[in-house]
């Protein structure tokens, strides 16, 4: 996809970063023309370890073989790949930062860390490598990203080439609903709901209505709220209010009533009932056939994208169910980091160049092998037998999209969709804007325990909101609650200020 390159002033782009998003990049870069490569014969030989979220394949030494005969030619490298399953993530990930594992290239994002990361010193500043190593990144990712990543002016990890806008809603079993006889086109809020899910549990009753492991209708997508560059520290603003008031989640209407309709189904039996212990991710659930529907962030073929990582082909579909919004958070929702452990931040810079600007290796990492693990016509990709042998489903999470095949069952117009659903997105006020957690990083810490204990079991529906969230808010108080918004607000305020 063709798309000139801009030049503007860093004041313009901060100013402006919607726009750049939303209207210049609405067709978002997708050259595959690779920068100019190192020369491979003057490299050592060095194994990167890749580290990312998502379930591990059955297959995975097999596409970790096949990528080395090219990634050795390039840049004479070796991979291994590291799949960490998602309810396993936030623990492994942790240990892994804390007991200084070397690592070289590992998958971050604001909903899971990035900032609060940063601040660990787990990521190392690319700026430099970058302008060295990353000239493909440049030239095919829109600035708006990397900018929209930054904390205090530096970039610690590169952003997946992807949509920007950002909604909220359900994908569901269309054909259940079908042989159900629901009608899901009256589904327009979570309330609504209810009637799909009494239905489904009468007659399905060993299917869960509502498959969840984590935030369900409380997501920062759901309810539209910008947590500034890390929704896992407390403090956010109403993306569609023009008040720039940092608050705790809890003190927002739609956050409270999503905790309170969730546990209502908790309650109903509509939720998995470990929900807020469960590792078993969202494909794998599906795998089981046993689920109708999962909270998600939409944008489109999302249906379609998870039906192919599953198997179930023509049986998803998905309702959106909130306006379209962007913030930091969308910039940084998918990344890849180098590790400051990592002992070739230089390889690892060339990896990730790689992948925004390489289709055979973006394809393969993401796909696994054309003709094992599918075939190919043009650019539209067909299942094989051996296709879930090798299934990330995670495309999203590296590298650029839009070099990225589409499958038979997805619209052949994919990457115009996603170009199309930019459009009109509201800009949160802060857009652009990261907290920086350094000056908090103590009361940050503290608090990252509290969430642990309480956070999951309320957004899950487990707990009665009305018993256990006035534990969470003094917990979260004795924990420094207070002190972090402040400093968030002094920061957004700083910002704000420097944009006029």
Not at 4 to 18: D, E, I, N, P, Y
Not at 263 to 277: E, L, M, P, Q, S
Not at 324 to 349: D, Q, Y
């Amino acid at each position: 996809m063709k798309h000139s390159k801009r030049k503007v002033s860093m004041l313009f782009m901060l100013l402006l970063a919607l726009t750049l998003a939303i209207s210049a990049c609405g067709s978002p870069k997708g050259s595959s023309k690779n920068a100019e490569a190192p020369d491979a014969s003057n490299l050592k030989p060095y194994k990167l370890k890749l580290v990312y979220e998502g379930a591990p394949q059955a297959d995975e030494a097999v596409v970790e073989e096949a990528l080395n005969k090219i990634l050795q030619e390039k840049i004479n490298a070796t991979i291994d790949i590291i799949a960490v399953d998602w309810g396993a993530w936030d623990d492994k990930i942790n240990l892994m930062i804390a007991s200084r594992d070397p690592v070289d290239v590992m998958f971050t994002a604001s909903w899971n860390g990035y900032a609060k990361n940063v601040t660990k010193g787990a990521y190392i500043d690319l700026g430099p490598l970058l302008d060295k190593y990353g000239q493909g990144i440049k030239d095919t990712l829109d600035p708006a990203f990397l900018n929209g990543s930054k904390i205090n002016g530096k970039n610690y990890a590169v952003p997946t080439n992807k949509e920007l806008a950002s909604s909220g809603g359900i994908v569901y079993r269309k054909d259940i609903a079908d042989e159900l006889g629901i009608d899901m086109s009256k589904v327009k809020t979570i309330e609504d709901l209810d009637a799909v899910y009494k239905v489904v549990k009468e007659k399905k009753p060993t299917m869960y209505p509502l498959y969840t492991t984590s935030a369900t209708f409380a997501a920062h997508s759901f309810v539209e709220l910008d947590y500034l560059g890390d929704t896992t520290i407390p403090g956010a603003i109403d993306k569609n209010s023009t008040d720039a008031k940092v608050k705790p989640a809890e003190e927002f209407p739609q956050y409270l009533n999503a905790l309170k309709v969730t546990h209502d189904y908790f309650k109903k039996g509509y939720i998995n009932k470990d929900a807020a212990t469960s590792q078993t991710s969202t494909l794998d659930a599906y795998k089981t056939g046993n689920v109708f529907s999962t909270v998600e962030p939409l944008k489109p073929g999302k249906a379609d994208e998870l039906a192919t990582a599953t198997g179930l082909e023509g049986k998803l579909a998905q309702i959106t169910m909130t306006g379209k919004t962007v913030a930091t958070s969308e910039t940084t929702g998918a990344m890849l980091a180098i590790s400051s452990t990592s002992e070739n931040p230089e390889r690892a810079m060339m990896l990730i160049n790689l992948l925004h600007t390489d289709k055979e290796i973006v394809n393969l990492l993401n796909f696994g092998i054309e003709g094992t693990h599918f075939t190919l016509n043009g650019n539209v990709m067909t299942p094989t037998d051996k296709s879930g042998q090798y299934a990330p489903g995670v495309a999203w999470e590296l590298g650029n999209q839009f070099i990225n095949y589409v499958w038979n069952t997805e619209a052949a117009d994919k990457w115009e969709q996603f170009k199309k659903f930019n459009e009109g997105a509201k800009s949160s006020p802060a857009l652009g804007f990261t907290f920086n957690s350094e000056p908090v990083k103590s009361e940050v810490g503290a608090l990252a325990n509290v969430i642990r204990e309480y956070q999951r079991v309320l957004e899950t529906g487990s707990v009665d909101p009305e018993q256990e969230l006035p534990k969470f808010i003094a917990a979260q108080k004795s924990a420094g609650l207070d002190k972090v918004i402040a400093e968030k607000q002094k920061q957004l305020d700083e910002f704000l200020a420097s944009k006029k």
